[in-house]
């Protein structure tokens, strides 16, 4: 070998990379969702987990005939004399539960909870998968869930297929006394909006819990995957009145809980086995109360992918 003949020699990328620590990140789900129905639903606290919701019978409403605006002419006359009547068998609600098992073996969890606790991202990741069924649950339960909740005088049909402004314009008419909020699947407010983009009303934007929605007559249209999509591609919209006090829809929880994470979501250590396996007990406690038939309405029959031409309509 030549002596003017240069050997050289470097580390290679993969043996230098044996001596790395790599960066690693939490486990991520695409399953997870923002989940704001349970962020617009205003929700109140129960006792020994139910609610009794009381009503006036129908057709038990005060007429004109009953009440005078001012007393007659003759003193000694008879006032009215009327009452209001309620429900003599209200309805109840009890709180239903959402609940898994987490199983962990020993081991695992004391080997390799650097630098993640393996109990922990569990416990996360199953509460993040809790949380989607209550809203899920809040939906489609079919006790107490919204859609088995509409009165039959509170269901419309779209005109078109699509979902066109003049739908949420006759939604408002069915919850006219201080709707809050529209809620339908994310392709149903896309075809939504293709809609009002045809007719030249593109729908306007608020800000709310810091993120974008699109309005109509200045109400959101808040976004859930948890609508049903059928297998023709049609959904549905919602339309609420929320609160107690405006006799809308309210969520149900129960504060103080053993173990309670968080409102109403509780975490309990089960003991660990002759098989070394700890286990943990999640439930989350939930439910919803339709205060008044008019403070629900619903729009079936919602194409997501269907593309009216206003062209042809016009024209006509």
């Known amino acids: 070998m030549s002596d003017d003949v240069e050997i050289r020699r470097t580390l290679s990328e993969p043996a230098a990379r044996q001596l790395a620590n790599a960066t690693k990140t939490r486990a991520q789900w695409s399953g997870i969702t923002p989940r704001w129905l ?3 639903l205003p929700w109140t606290p129960v006792e020994a ?3 009794r919701l009381n009503r006036v019978k129908e057709g038990a409403v005060l007429t004109d005939a009953d009440v005078q605006c001012s007393p007659a002419r003759d003193r000694d006359a008879d006032l009215p004399e009327t009452f209001v009547d309620y429900e003599d068998a209200p309805r109840e609600y009890s709180l239903n539960a959402v609940t898994t098992v987490l199983d ?4 695992v969890s004391d080997l390799y909870s650097h630098p993640y606790d393996q109990i922990q991202e569990q416990l996360r990741l199953l509460i993040e998968k809790v949380k989607e069924k209550q809203e899920n649950e809040i939906l489609n339960n079919a006790d107490y869930g919204l859609f088995a909740n509409v009165d039959p005088r509170q269901i419309i049909s779209t005109r078109t297929g699509a979902p066109t402004p003049d739908d949420l314009d006759e939604l408002i008419t069915k919850v006219w006394k201080e709707p809050a909020f529209f809620l339908a699947h ?5 075809a939504f909006g293709r809609e009002c983009t045809r007719r030249g009303v593109p729908p306007p934007t608020v800000t709310l819990f810091g993120a974008q929605f699109l309005t109509w007559r200045g109400l ?5 995957d948890k609508l049903p999509v059928d297998e023709k591609g049609r959904s549905k919209i919602l ?6 006090k405006r006799q809308g829809v309210i969520g149900l929880f129960q504060p103080g809980i053993p173990g309670e994470v968080a409102p109403s979501l509780s975490v309990r250590f089960m003991g660990i ?3 070394a396996i700890a286990s943990y007990l999640i439930s989350l406690y939930c439910s919803t109360a ?12 919602v194409e997501l992918d269907k593309y009216h031409d206003y062209k042809d309509t016009y024209a006509k």
């Open 273 to 275: 086995n002759r098989k």
């Open 104 to 107: 962990v073996q020993t081991r």
């Open 290 to 301: 339709v205060l008044t038939h008019d403070a629900l309405a619903v729009l079936e029959g």
């Open 186 to 190: 994310p392709r149903a407010i896309a």
């Open 239 to 244: 339309l609420l009145r929320t609160g107690e």
């Open 38 to 40: 349970v962020s617009f």
């Open 220 to 224: 959101p249209l808040v976004p859930s």
């Open 49 to 51: 987990g139910i609610y």
